[in-house]
């Protein structure tokens, strides 16, 4: 399994960008998908996750300024982020979950300058 994560960059205060995960596989294939960060000096958390139901989950600080989404024919995970703060700067990975093992997106760098 292979996934090849996107669009990231430098992006201004109150800016937005759209992450992108190619995933090698069919999305249906794994409980869930979604999207981590990992800040300089922080442990990497959940950001945001669709499960195979179409069920999402974000973690309360980007609820309402990110939209998880996926293209089922494509097999492509897609992080909206809106009002984009200094604090949402981190790497962030895109993860495929199945039987409980994380399959992880290289990582893109989205850095938000004021």
């Known amino acids: 399994v292979q996934l090849q994560a996107s669009g990231g960059g430098l992006v201004q205060v109150g800016g937005s960008l759209r992450l992108s995960c190619a995933v090698s596989?069919?999305?249906?294939?794994?409980?869930?998908v979604g999207w981590y960060r990992q800040a300089p000096g922080k442990e990497r958390a959940l950001v945001a996750s669709i499960n195979i139901g179409g069920r999402t989950n974000y973690v309360d600080l980007v609820k309402d300024r990110f939209t998880i989404s996926r293209d089922i024919a494509k097999n492509i995970i897609y992080l909206r982020m809106n009002s984009l703060k200094p604090e949402d700067t981190a790497v962030y990975y895109c993860?495929?979950?199945?039987?409980?093992?994380?399959?992880w997106g290289q990582g893109t760098l989205v850095t938000v300058s004021s």
């Open positions: 993860f495929a979950n199945r039987t409980g093992w994380n399959y």
């Open positions: 596989g069919n999305i249906f294939s794994f409980t869930a």
